[in-house]
C-alpha cells in the first residue's frame, strides 16, 4: 500500500508562477529554488513544469517549476489577498478601455478644429 500522500488538489484559476516571475530574481540565486522546491515536496504541493520561450532555453535548461501563488505568499511571508480575473472581464475592462480611447481621439479631433483666432478661453 502506498502511503504517501497525494498533492493538494488544485484551487479553480490557481495561478501558478515560477519564482522569478514572482520575486523578480533569479532561481539559482542563493540556491532558492532549491529550497522553494523542497519546502513544496514538503507541503505536498504540486509543482508545473512550463517550457521556457524558445529564446530562453538553454542546453539544460528548457523548463521551469512553477509554483501556485497562494504557496510562494506563504512560503515567502507575504499575506497579500489576490482575485483573479477571468477572460471574459479582462476582454470588457480591454473593449471598454479601447472604446474610451476612441472617444478620446474624437474629442481631441474636434478641440484641433476650434476657432483658435480668438484669445479667449471657451469656458
Known amino acids: 500500500m502506498n502511503t504517501k500522500e497525494t498533492p493538494q488538489a488544485m484551487k479553480v484559476n ?3 508562477l515560477s519564482i522569478y516571475e514572482y520575486t523578480g530574481k533569479s532561481a539559482t540565486l542563493n540556491n532558492i529554488g532549491r529550497e522553494v522546491n523542497e519546502a513544496a515536496q514538503k507541503a505536498n504541493i504540486k509543482v508545473i513544469w512550463r517550457d521556457l520561450p524558445e529564446g530562453s532555453q538553454r542546453e539544460n535548461y528548457k523548463q521551469v517549476a512553477t509554483y501556485p501563488r497562494t504557496f510562494l505568499d506563504k512560503h515567502f511571508g507575504n ?3 489576490y482575485t483573479l480575473i477571468d477572460d471574459a ?3 470588457m ?3 471598454r478601455l479601447t472604446a474610451l480611447e476612441d472617444k478620446f481621439d474624437q474629442l481631441i479631433t474636434k478641440l484641433d478644429h476650434v476657432n483658435t483666432d480668438d484669445d479667449e478661453l471657451p469656458f
Open 89 to 91: 472581464t479582462i476582454n
Open 79 to 81: 499575506d497579500v489577498e
Open 93 to 95: 475592462i480591454y473593449n
Open 14 to 16: 490557481e495561478q501558478y
